[in-house]
């Protein structure tokens, strides 16, 4: 049976208000809960960006299921320190903390003043940055020079059992290249057919029998205006494919390369409707596609009123 877990979204709340929200969605019966990781909205009317490690601690200690997140190392986050706070994390919640190791973003990592690089080099760098990490999760003494620099890295503080790696990947290419690295994938809805070769790939690369997580993009509210709007109002900003997504720097020039878009076409790209056995089906095409976890990124502001209906009368549904 796949867990359903809520996608905490630090780029639309302030991180009070998600935090009580996550509450809000274990007692809802949600299974488990997940939390983006940005330094800078998608765009000004999202308007918050809070830390998701400060945020990270305080969740898991008002909850009682497991939460994860998705980093990338080697820009903002040295390789070594983010193992240290994943390992922390794990040590103090024995079992209820895992980590996705993504290539980045430019608009989250710009704010560091270094050259960014293409896609291919970004692979790589996420490849080497999560061998070290593992290393030092495991207890090694880590020095390593590439294209990151280590010396006599070693985590004093660590769990019993290292927590889980993922490896965060969109196109099939990625998800080959992390297949081979990571204890599972983490991707992101889409079309049921282009999702099947996106975990294709991940096996081919290496990833059979290893763990499968998505993050379902949707927007559910009482009327299919309601739901088009809501989803227009904080997602039009992320509509863009292909490597735009990755290039961008700033809000403003997410805002600028959105200005023309419509309601309808957010549809287009995320889970849109009024409709929960629309919901319902959707979701389960990809538990039958075999994802053992799927976080559901609610994108309207109706997040009360969303965590109610769907642990009420969607959740059931998708449970045997």
Same mark, same amino acid.
């Given at each position: 049976?796949?867990?359903?877990?809520?996608?905490?979204?630090?780029?639309?709340?302030?991180?009070?208000?998600?935090?009580?929200?996550? /509450?809000? !969605? =274990? @007692?809802?019966?949600?299974? *488990?809960?997940?939390?983006?990781?940005?330094? %800078?909205?998608?765009? $000004?009317?999202?308007?918050?960006?809070?830390?998701?490690?400060?945020?990270?601690?305080?969740?898991?200690?008002?909850?009682?299921?497991?939460?994860?997140?998705?980093?990338?190392?080697?820009?903002?986050?040295?390789?070594?320190?983010?193992?240290?706070?994943?390992?922390?994390?794990?040590?103090?919640?024995?079992?209820?903390?895992?980590?996705?190791?993504?290539?980045?973003?430019?608009?989250?990592?710009?704010?560091?003043?270094?050259?960014?690089? /293409?896609? !291919? =080099? @970004?692979?790589?760098?996420? *490849?080497?940055?999560?061998?070290?990490?593992? %290393?030092?999760?495991? $207890?090694?003494?880590?020095?390593?020079?590439?294209?990151?620099?280590?010396?006599?890295?070693?985590?004093?503080?660590?769990?019993?059992?290292?927590?889980?790696?993922?490896?965060?990947?969109?196109?099939?290419?990625?998800?080959?290249?992390?297949?081979?690295?990571?204890?599972?994938?983490?991707?992101?809805?889409?079309?049921?057919?282009?999702?099947?070769?996106?975990?294709?790939?991940?096996?081919?690369?290496?990833?059979?029998?290893?763990?499968?997580?998505?993050?379902?993009?949707?927007?559910?509210?009482?009327?299919?205006?309601?739901?088009?709007?809501?989803?227009?109002?904080?997602?039009?900003?992320?509509?863009?494919?292909?490597?735009?997504?990755?290039?961008?720097?700033?809000?403003?020039?997410?805002?600028?390369?959105?200005?023309?878009?419509?309601?309808?076409?957010?549809?287009?790209?995320?889970?849109?409707?009024?409709?929960?056995?629309?919901?319902?089906?959707?979701?389960?095409?990809?538990?039958?596609?075999?994802?053992?976890?799927?976080?559901?990124?609610?994108?309207?502001?109706?997040?009360?009123?969303?965590?109610?209906?769907?642990?009420?009368?969607?959740?059931?549904?998708?449970?045997?």
């Amino acid at each position: 049976m796949a867990r359903i877990g809520y996608h905490a979204s630090h780029e639309q709340f302030p991180p009070s208000e998600l935090l009580r929200l996550v /509450e809000t !969605a =274990e @007692r809802a019966g949600f299974d *488990a809960a997940k939390c983006s990781d940005h330094f %800078r909205p998608w765009g $000004g009317q999202q308007g918050h960006s809070g830390f998701a490690w400060s945020w990270l601690g305080a969740a898991l200690a008002r909850t009682a299921f497991p939460i994860g997140s998705i980093s990338a190392p080697g820009y903002r986050y040295h390789p070594a320190i983010l193992a240290q706070g994943v390992a922390t994390l794990a040590e103090m919640f024995p079992g209820r903390v895992w980590l996705a190791l993504g290539s980045g973003q430019r608009l989250n990592e710009d704010v560091m003043g270094v050259v960014w690089p /293409e896609k !291919a =080099e @970004r692979n790589a760098r996420l *490849a080497e940055c999560a061998d070290i990490m593992r %290393r030092l999760l495991l $207890g090694e003494r880590v020095s390593h020079h590439g294209r990151v620099t280590v010396v006599d890295a070693e985590i004093y503080s660590r769990p019993s059992t290292p927590p889980p790696l993922l490896g965060a990947a969109v196109t099939e290419a990625t998800a080959e290249a992390v297949g081979g690295w990571a204890d599972g994938l983490l991707t992101v809805s889409g079309e049921p057919d282009q999702v099947r070769k996106v975990v294709e790939a991940f096996r081919r690369g290496g990833g059979e029998g290893k763990t499968l997580v998505m993050q379902v993009g949707m927007n559910w509210a009482p009327t299919e205006d309601e739901a088009r709007q809501g989803a227009w109002e904080q997602w039009r900003t992320n509509v863009l494919g292909g490597e735009v997504n990755w290039e961008l720097r700033t809000p403003e020039q997410f805002e600028t390369a959105t200005r023309h878009v419509r309601p309808e076409d957010v549809a287009e790209s995320i889970l849109v409707s009024s409709s929960l056995d629309r919901h319902v089906d959707w979701i389960g095409r990809y538990v039958e596609l075999g994802f053992d976890e799927i976080y559901l990124h609610q994108v309207g502001c109706n997040q009360d009123a969303f965590l109610d209906t769907f642990g009420t009368r969607v959740l059931p549904q998708l449970r045997p």
